[in-house]
């Protein structure tokens, strides 16, 4: 389980780079899958699940450095002059880190609760 979240903490933060890319560069070099929405949403909440994952013990501090990167990004576009900034846009990227950190606690208990389980039945296989 170790070498899975810490694949999962690398992958999330490259992800909250990634965002931090796609964000600020200019429109017409920003990647798009689908509709503005979605990807604001699923981009946090994949990046909340990881980091959350990641480091389990830390969920609530993760939650809320999303939720701040979330503001922060959407604010900074200010400072662009090909992008504008929306409250909107900033609790939908919200939003998605904080489902997806409740997500990763819901995978989480149910990973550890069947972990002995599985452990106990292997030794009595044995």
Do not use: N, Y
Not at 8 to 27: D, E, N, Q, R
């Amino acid at each position: 389980m170790a070498m899975i979240q810490r694949a999962a903490t690398i992958f999330g933060w490259a992800a909250l780079v990634f965002i931090t890319f796609a964000t600020l560069s200019p429109i017409q070099s920003r990647p798009t899958l689908a509709g503005l929405r979605v990807e604001h949403f699923a981009a946090f909440a994949v990046t909340g699940f990881a980091l959350a994952f990641g480091a389990p013990h830390r969920t609530r501090g993760i939650a809320v450095m999303m939720i701040v990167s979330a503001v922060i990004l959407e604010s900074v576009q200010l400072l662009t002059p090909d992008r504008h900034a929306r409250l909107l846009d900033a609790l939908v990227k919200a939003i998605g880190a904080v489902c997806g950190v409740g997500a990763s606690r819901l995978a989480l208990g149910w990973a550890f609760s069947i972990e002995p389980r599985t452990s106990a039945s292997a030794k009595r296989h044995r």
